[in-house]
């Protein structure tokens, strides 16, 4: 009984499943002729939702997957942010080079966050603490002048990729598409294997994934680390993308930005992920730039979604689209 | 030295009390924590602002009037947008009031821009010496009012009919609705109380610091500190909270570095909910998760 | 027959209340073994504290002969010990199919770095886990149900799958809780065959707590009353049913 044979399996993939796989593929492609149909102003505007793919799918897996009511998601894009601006600017590194530290950065941020959960503070204990620790990053960010800038921040070098200076927003996006592309695919690989599984089971019940088997506390703090990883690769984007780094742009404004974009895209769906970071970015250009009126707006957005599309737009999409269905979306 | 900022910490730990147990208030009786509650005391200044000095009411009326709409939008926040998702998660919850805050900051800088804006105070400032300690003014309005508004809740809690309701469905709400206690009117009404008792204390607020739409974040994690320490779900949890917490600022912020000032409530929640995560009173509730 | 699990004069307290006092049991392999008693008597706990959630003040948990009362909750499941739970211990929000491949976690042969950059071995590893997911829901007849979420089964088929789920990894050791509660008769009557069979045909040791007391007279190997913390009973269906301590226990008491 123990042990199976390595033979591949007859029905485990149904052909739908098979077809949205191979449709993934299509997306990039289709999105290769990009910059050369968008002005720079749009371009940036695209170039900001691919930063923020990675932002999302980093703090849906902790909220959505995991269960966890952690809201640290900010305080990782801060720390990423500003590793990629003082290595470039201490130590003199290209931004690429800084990609990875801001990352592993960002990780270690999140097994940090992830300690508390551990000793079992849940619920909105667990969302006071983070934010705490999210408004305590901010501060040094303010007060640790000599490194960060300050509360006028700091400027970040123009970056290049392996030599090839990202000048335009065309050829950042090509960078930003490859790694929100590698991000999502890590993360579907992680979600859609015991790993995945093992999240799923220890927010459904986490006596009974114990009794499994599953060492809560080592995933616990497993999947804290990939996202902070991925939110810090995000926070590298945002330096490159941005230019400058302040602390009130990682404050609970960008909080509820990214929240927004996990709820109207679908909590725990990696495809919502995706969804809401593009739906939720463009948003604001829609709207006339009136200071409060983004805000008024967004507030209104996410009271709409939470009252009518709870599951947000990804479960829309499952409605749509059975053979679609994401298999991490759930009711 | 110590005695006077004590005795200044105590007047802001007032402010951080009341804070604290007006989001208290609708812990207990909703189990539902107010993260837009920030906003709503910042919407209670901003509220006087509008009545005071925009259509020029006294300032008593203005604070009674804003404190009324408070309570309004309360109960209708809870009715409306609330009561349809209280069966869904608790991150759903959650997410809505801070979704409202958000709206609420939003409206506010779309009127008032960026701007700071100073509320006249109503009384003459003056200052007053207690022994070698420096009282100001502002100081013994916040303290009386904040002592007043205390006493007021407590005859109302302990005497009344309706405080009476309140125990029980703070006891046990399944018990409350079996006797015929109307349980969803209740939870409108506290949302109310909440949020009218946030306007005070915003009001109250607005007389020592200047507006802005922001405001209102710093609230929340001043709030959220003096319930940490007290511990969540006590009342006088909430008011022992506040009171340290004023106190810790400022006597910390002295002796060991005004980087305290800022960031005493964020250690503070970190720390207490590491180490003794139930706070000074605080119960094991059953938290919905 | 050989010892599986064996507790020595294990004691639990809750600051002065005493749960469990001076148990001693064993459970040999194809053995099952009931638990049952009044309410409050320490059978819960006694089960949480075999399965690790709950720390021993005294005695011994041996499982093959290794001593385990200190064992995180997960190392206790990784070590051969699965249990049901009593009210929904399944994963709502997955398939049953994912359920039991939960169940088999343990014994999934992906690494992190293999899932995340895409080895074939580990690709390999899930599918095969698969594959067994639905060999083992098909050996029940669960195999048109293992893509339906689990909350919208039925509750023998719940039950069924969660035994599914605690059998994936062949574990010598099963601890069942209540497993028949809130099953109608001939749905127990089936409930019990799939129990005897776990021990005769694979010999699994099986302790299980219950209440339906015709259920554990007509399945169980022996029968463990537990009264007040205490074992006041250990012996054969028959032995223990004319026992005049267990009668005691159930009827003397109001």
């Known amino acids: 009984m123990s042990g199976g044979t390595a033979k591949l399996p007859q029905g485990d993939a149904p052909a739908a499943s098979w077809r949205g796989r191979r449709a993934f593929w299509l997306v990039p492609l289709l999105l290769l002729p990009v910059p050369a149909l968008l002005n720079q102003y749009q371009q940036y505007v695209v170039n900001m939702m691919l930063m923020y793919v990675p932002v999302a799918v980093g703090f849906n897996l902790v909220v959505g997957n995991l269960g966890l009511l952690a809201f640290s998601n900010v305080a990782f894009f801060g720390i990423g942010a500003y590793t990629t601006g003082v290595l470039m600017l201490q130590a003199g590194l290209p931004w690429w080079m800084t990609i990875i530290p801001a990352g592993l950065m960002g990780a270690i941020a999140g097994c940090a966050t992830s300690v508390p959960a551990l000793r079992g503070v849940r619920s909105f204990y667990l969302a006071i603490m983070t934010l705490a620790f999210g408004e305590l990053m901010r501060w040094v960010y303010i007060r640790w002048e000599p490194v960060t800038g300050g509360s006028m921040g700091m400027a970040v070098p123009a970056p290049d990729f392996l030599g090839w200076p990202l000048i335009t927003e065309g050829r950042k996006f090509y960078v930003f598409l490859a790694l929100a592309l590698l991000v999502v695919i890590a993360t579907d690989r992680l979600l859609r294997t015991r790993f995945g599984r093992a999240f799923l089971a220890i927010r459904s019940n986490e006596v009974a994934a114990a009794a499994m088997g599953i060492p809560t506390d080592r995933y616990i703090v497993l999947c804290f680390g990939w996202s902070g990883f991925a939110v810090g690769i995000g926070g590298a984007m945002y330096a490159a993308l941005v230019g400058h780094l302040t602390p009130v742009s990682f404050d609970l404004t960008e909080l509820l930005v990214e929240f927004a974009m996990i709820m109207v895209g679908g909590l725990g769906s990696l495809v919502g992920s995706v969804i809401g970071a593009v739906v939720i970015t463009a948003a604001p250009q829609v709207f006339l730039d009136f200071p409060g009126f983004q805000e008024l707006v967004f507030g209104v957005l996410i009271i709409l979604v939470l009252l009518f599309l709870p599951n947000g737009l990804a479960s829309l999409l499952a409605r749509l689209h059975p053979g679609f269905r994401d298999r991490y979306h759930r009711e | ?289 | ?254």
């Not at chain 2, 005695?3 to 951080?16: D, E, F, T």
Request: hydrophobic share 55%.
């Open chain 3, 1 to 254: 027959m050989a010892a599986l699990l064996e507790v020595f004069e294990a004691m639990v307290r809750f600051g002065g209340l005493i749960a469990v006092n001076d148990v001693s049991l064993r459970v040999g392999a194809g053995e099952i073994c009931a638990l049952i008693g009044p309410n409050g008597a320490g059978k819960t706990t006694l089960f949480n504290a075999i399965a690790g959630y709950v720390p021993l003040n005294a005695g011994r948990i041996l499982l093959h002969g290794t001593p385990i009362q200190d064992f995180a909750p997960h190392r206790i499941a990784a070590g051969g010990v699965r249990r049901t739970f009593q009210n929904g211990g399944l994963f709502g929000h997955l398939t049953a199919l994912e359920n039991v491949l939960v169940g088999l976690h343990t014994q999934v042969e992906s690494g992190f770095f293999g899932v995340v950059l895409g080895s074939r071995r580990s690709g390999v590893a899930e599918a095969t886990a698969s594959a067994r997911g639905r060999k083992l829901l098909d050996l029940m007849d669960l195999g048109h149900i293992a893509d339906q979420p689990a909350h919208s089964l039925s509750g023998g088929q719940q039950r069924m799958v969660e035994i599914v789920r605690a059998l994936a990894t062949d574990p010598p050791l099963l601890l069942l809780d209540e497993p028949a509660v809130g099953l109608a008769p001939p749905m127990r009557q089936i409930l019990g065959g799939v129990i005897r069979r776990l021990a005769e045909e694979r010999g699994i040791g099986i302790l299980l707590i219950e209440h339906a007391i015709e259920l554990v007279m007509s399945i169980s190997d022996r029968v463990i009353v537990l009264n007040y913390g205490r074992k006041v009973a250990d012996g054969s269906p028959d032995e223990v049913r004319a026992d005049r301590n267990v009668l005691e226990a159930y009827l003397g008491h109001a």
């Open chain 2, 1 to 289: 030295m110590l005695a006077q900022l004590v005795v200044s910490g105590v007047a802001a730990g007032m402010l951080y009390a009341l804070v604290a147990l007006s989001m208290t208030v609708v812990y207990r009786a909703t189990t539902v924590v107010n993260f837009g509650h920030g906003d709503m005391v910042a919407a209670g200044a901003y509220a006087v602002l509008v009545f005071a000095v925009g259509l020029g009411m006294p300032f008593a009326a203005a604070l009674a009037l804003a404190t009324a709409v408070l309570f309004l939008f309360g109960v209708l926040l809870q009715r409306v947008l609330l009561q349809p998702i209280i069966a869904g998660p608790h991150l759903s919850l959650a997410m809505m009031v801070l979704a409202v805050g958000f709206t609420l900051r939003g409206a506010e800088r779309l009127e008032w821009g960026n701007e700071v804006i100073n509320l006249a105070r109503p009384y003459p400032r003056g200052v007053f010496m207690l022994g070698s300690v420096v009282v100001t003014m502002d100081d013994v309005v916040i303290t009386g009012c904040v002592l007043a508004l205390l006493l007021v809740l407590f005859v109302v809690f302990h005497v009344t009919p309706i405080g009476r309701i309140i125990q029980a469905v703070f006891q046990t709400e399944r018990g409350a609705a079996l006797v015929g206690i109307n349980v969803r009117a209740f939870h409108a009404v506290m949302w109310g109380a909440g949020a009218a008792l946030g306007a005070i204390g915003g009001v109250l607020l607005a007389l020592i610091v200047p507006l802005t739409p922001d405001m209102g974040q710093w609230v929340l994690l001043q709030g959220f500190a003096a319930m940490t320490i007290g511990g969540f779900g006590s009342l006088y949890g909430a008011l022992v909270g506040g009171v340290l917490l004023g106190m810790m600022q400022n006597v910390l912020g002295f002796y060991v570095g005004t980087v305290f000032i800022d960031i005493t409530a964020y250690l503070v929640i970190i720390l207490v909910l590491l180490i003794r995560p139930n706070g000074l009173f605080g119960r094991q509730s059953t938290v919905r998760v």
